[in-house]
Antibody
Framework: EVQLVESGGGLVQPGGSLRLSCAAS????????MNWVRQAPGKGLEWVSF????????YYADSVKGRFTISRDNAKNSLYLQMNSLRAEDTAVYYC??????????WGQGTLVTVSS | EIVLTQSPGTLSLSPGERATLSCRAS???????LAWYQQKPGQAPRLLIY???SRATGIPDRFSGSGSGTDFTLTISRLEPEDFIVYYC??????????FGPGTKVDI
């Protein structure tokens, strides 16, 4: 069974940093590209970042470019999102998701990031 | 930059009725890279349709997708009580790499 478990969310002050993790199991993690997608409270889905299976291709949404860094450790079956210079508008539930052919059939349960003083 | 627009924002229907949800792109999207998701409150999105018209694993056949170019449609042939939630379309490939529509809420 495919499982994606996010962790690392919490309350952080504006300008602070946080590192999210996504632990993957039940599939060959190293063979799949991954996304981070977020959802602000009461709002829609927003794509954040993409990383290919061997980290050779990385993309970011303009809203996080230069502040967030996506990475993965295939030996540990883990995906990461380093978030720096956090702003109030980064407050959201952050989901990791497996990417296959441009869509995501598997998602984690999400981790909440709250940026507030 | 590609923008996806979904209409209507809210669709008020009754169980057993047919629902037609629209997703319009600001520029042409490859049909291979248009997907639909549903999302229940407090849960992660669930893939319904990929490649514009292919049902994901385990999705009932009352859900169908169609369309090409800039206009895509998700149809729910007969609404069940569990279908009254939010639906998103998503494209892949155009800048930005992934884009979600704002969502359509199907209301009783």
């Amino acid at each position: 069974e495919v499982q994606l478990v996010e962790s690392g969310g919490g309350l952080v002050q504006p300008g602070g940093s946080l590192r999210l993790s996504c632990a993957a199991s039940g599939f060959t993690f190293s063979s799949y590209s991954m996304n981070w997608v977020r959802q602000a409270p009461g709002k829609g889905l927003e794509w954040v970042s993409f990383i290919s299976s061997i980290s050779s291709t990385i993309y970011y949404a303009d809203s996080v470019k230069g502040r967030f860094t996506i990475s993965r450790d295939n030996a540990k079956n883990s995906l990461y999102l380093q978030m720096n210079s956090l702003r109030a508008e980064d407050t959201a539930v952050y989901y990791c998701a497996v990417v296959v052919g441009g869509y995501s059939d598997y998602w984690g349960q999400g981790t909440l990031v709250t940026v507030s003083s | 930059e590609i923008v996806l627009t979904q209409s209507p924002g809210t669709l008020s229907l009754s169980p057993g009725e047919r629902a037609t949800l629209s997703c319009r792109a600001s520029q042409s999207v490859s049909s291979s890279y248009l997907a639909w998701y549903q999302q229940k409150p407090g849960q992660a999105p669930r893939l319904l349709i990929y490649g514009a018209s292919s049902r994901a694993t385990g999705i009932p056949d009352r859900f169908s997708g169609s369309g090409s170019g800039t206009d895509f449609t998700l149809t729910i042939s007969r609404l069940e009580p569990e279908d009254f939630i939010v639906y998103y379309c998503q494209q892949y490939g155009s800048s930005p790499l992934f884009t979600f529509g704002p969502g359509t809420k199907v209301d009783i």
